[in-house]
């Protein structure tokens, strides 16, 4: 089984909202990453966790919180996000953050700020 | 610094033709190359893969890619094409950038299928 799993599928949030996208993953990897991707772009990579531990952040705003509560489960947590933050959000898993290891995509979230 | 670079940014092919998408890359060391395809609204599926061994690799869908290192290229063929295969295809090296691996992405191919 090679499946990653994103809820929710959509959410449209307003700016002084706060929610959460969660990913999960039963396949025993121990790397798990957040990507954000708007229209017609390349996936562009925000978070990379290993081992439960965050050992990448790309620069991302504060406004987006990465949670990794244990080994199969990564969160996004989301507060007060502007409207460019309209973006498709794909998370991923690999066995190990090894540029080797293939990364296996999950469905992703459409979220929409208003 | 490692770079994937896609040239065509669409590509329109009648079902049942040929397919040959383009990808070059920029890595010193040893590439470790993908290829991916996303539908509309959807995530990534990988296609195929290449890190050693035969330069030529059979992936899912009936699709293939050959390497050649001398010319920094990993193209994507598939010898007929069908409807379902229109989507966005990006390639990817597997890099090691600032201390960190990751994946370094093109900026994709849209693939427009003409019944």
């Known amino acids: 089984d090679t499946e990653v799993t994103q809820t929710p599928k959509h959410l449209v949030m307003g700016m002084t909202n706060k929610k959460s996208l969660k990913c999960e993953q039963h396949?025993?990897?121990?790397?798990m990453y957040w990507y954000k991707q708007k229209a017609k772009k390349p996936p562009e990579l925000m978070f990379v966790y290993s081992y439960e531990k965050l050992s990448i952040n790309e620069s991302v705003p504060s406004r987006f919180s990465p949670e990794c509560p244990n080994s199969s489960l990564l969160n996004l947590h989301l507060h007060a996000l502007q409207p460019e933050d309209s973006a498709l959000y794909l998370c991923a898993s690999s066995q190990a953050p090894r540029r080797t290891d293939t990364q296996y995509f999950g469905p992703g979230t459409r979220l929409t700020v208003l | 610094a490692q770079s994937v670079t896609q040239p065509d940014i669409h590509i329109t092919v009648s079902e049942g033709a040929s397919l040959e998408l383009r990808c070059n890359y920029s890595?010193?060391?040893?590439?470790?190359l993908f290829w991916y395809v996303q539908s509309p609204g959807q995530g990534l599926q990988l296609l195929l893969k290449y890190f050693s061994g035969d330069t030529l690799v059979q992936g899912i869908k009936g699709f293939e890619a050959e390497f050649k290192r001398s010319q920094s290229s990993f193209n994507l063929r598939k010898p007929s094409v069908h409807w379902s295969d229109a989507a966005e295809y990006f390639c990817a090296v597997g890099a090691s950038q600032g201390g960190s691996e990751k994946l370094v992405f093109g900026k994709g191919t849209k693939l427009t299928v003409n019944p």
């Open positions: 396949m025993g990897h121990r790397a």
């Open positions: 890595y010193g060391a040893t590439p470790y």
